[in-house]
């Protein structure tokens, strides 16, 4: 009896549709999906004494150097209140999940170049992978921000079950431009470098260690584009302020998020030949 074997390939004449054919393919993969989310969270600290506990003192770290830079030195003074430990802890994880996920998303093709060029496999289960153990980080670490809080004499709100919301959104948010920044840097290899560049920039256009009160009236036009701070604003309302944020930056968060996925899948969708060829 003769053995056939069928193999899976690149089909150039493939047609697509926007946003179905890649959530078809996250599906149908959703096992490889699986594999690589859990290979980002454990390749990383692999030959690292701690291991995956960096994961949690990484934030702890940085929270410790700005506290005692800002809030000795500089003296913020954040509004209402609330203790700058948790001001910035809050501030840093989610910037940090949002840097990260991006650089490894769209870093994500390039660097699995030798798989994609020898085996089928749907170019955006890998940029999407990057996003997901970015989001597995940033909920292991609202855990630590949930201790502080208690620590800090702050409390946990009940309106901290509703705090899934902003992080899917921004999930969706990073994921979307990581696919963008993806597609491009196959092509241009530079894009990573300036995606860098332009992170530092929003880093530093969110009032994550800083509170907005201090910025002069001149720039906050430019704070208050940044997606970025309707995200923070929102997630911070929910999990330590017990109080929802005004409804256009609930409407921000969510248009964002939305028109970011839906590009990041239309470029996707336009570009997989290419991504195909030059990887």
């Known amino acids: 009896m003769e053995n056939v074997t069928h193999s899976a390939y690149y089909d150039s004449d493939q047609p697509r549709r926007v946003i179905v054919s890649e959530i078809t393919n996250l599906r149908r993969y959703r096992g490889l999906l699986r594999l690589l989310v859990q290979r980002d969270l454990t390749v990383r600290y692999k030959r ?7 994961t949690l003192l990484n934030p702890l770290l940085t929270v410790a150097v700005m506290w005692a830079v800002f809030s000795t030195i500089f003296r913020f003074e954040i509004p209402g209140g609330v203790p700058y430990v948790v001001y910035v802890l809050s501030g840093v994880m989610l910037i940090t999940f949002f840097s ?22 749907p170019a955006e289960v890998f940029a999407v992978a990057p996003a997901l153990a970015a989001l597995v980080n940033f909920a292991i670490n609202i ?20 705090a899934p919301v902003p992080l899917l959104f921004l999930a969706m948010f ?11 840097a196959v092509a241009y290899r530079d894009v990573l470098d300036i995606v860098g560049v332009l992170l530092t ?21 430019f704070i208050y584009i940044n997606p970025l701070y309707s995200y923070l604003e929102v997630f911070r ?43």
């Open 48 to 54: 690292s004494m701690l291991g995956v506990w960096w």
């Open 100 to 121: 990260q996920g991006v650089v490894a998303s769209g870093s994500s093709i390039v660097g699995s170049a030798g798989t994609l060029s020898k085996v089928y496999v």
């Open 143 to 162: 855990v630590l921000l949930l201790v502080v809080q208690l620590i800090a004499g702050v409390g946990i709100p009940v309106t901290v079950l509703l």
């Open 174 to 184: 990073v994921a979307g431009l990581g696919m963008v920044v993806a597609s491009l």
């Open 201 to 221: 920039l929003a880093m530093y256009a969110t009032p994550g260690f800083y509170p907005v009160t201090i910025v002069p009236d001149q720039i906050l036009p």
């Open 237 to 279: 309302g929910l999990v330590y302020g017990g109080t929802f944020a005004p409804g256009w930056m609930w409407a921000v968060m969510v248009l964002t998020s939305l028109v970011a996925l839906l590009g990041g899948a239309w470029t996707f969708s336009r570009s997989w030949r290419r991504l195909a060829v030059l990887v």
